[in-house]
Nanobody
Framework: QVQLVESGGGLVQAGGSLRLSCAAS????????MAWYRQAPGKQRDLVAH???????NYADSVKGRFTISRDNAKNTVYLQMDSLKPEDTAVYYC??????????????WGQGTQVTVSS
């Protein structure tokens, strides 16, 4: 089992910045793709950004140029630097990791979510 602990959410004014962190722990063999999703009230959970183990990144159009995803493989941690925040970025943010065990079985894990609120 892999556990994910997120941190860094909070309340910020429009134009401000926040940095989210998600640390994985437990029976880790290999973590491949790490990602951040978000879910606003009454809406579906959408992909914000993902990063491969090699460092290739992909972003939702709505956050390109404002958010930066990064990872530290030695710490099994993924980060999301969020700049120029807008009220429409308000949501619960979830991290997600794709894990492969020593038997090459793939599993997907979710964090508990962290609230980000951007005031206008």
């Amino acid at each position: 089992q892999v556990q994910l602990v997120e941190s860094g959410g909070g309340l910020v004014q429009a134009g401000g910045s926040l940095r989210l962190s998600c640390a994985a722990s437990g029976s880790i063999f290999r973590i491949n793709t790490m990602a951040w999703y978000r879910q606003a009230p009454g809406k579906q959970r959408d992909l914000v950004a993902h990063i491969t183990r090699a460092g290739s990144t992909n972003y939702a159009d709505s956050v390109k140029g404002r958010f930066t995803i990064s990872r530290d493989n030695a710490k099994n941690t993924v980060y999301l630097q969020m700049d120029s925040l807008k009220p429409e970025d308000t949501a619960v943010y979830y991290c997600n990791v794709a894990h492969v065990d020593s038997f090459l079985r793939s599993s997907n894990y979710w964090g508990q979510g962290t609230q980000v609120t951007v005031s206008s």
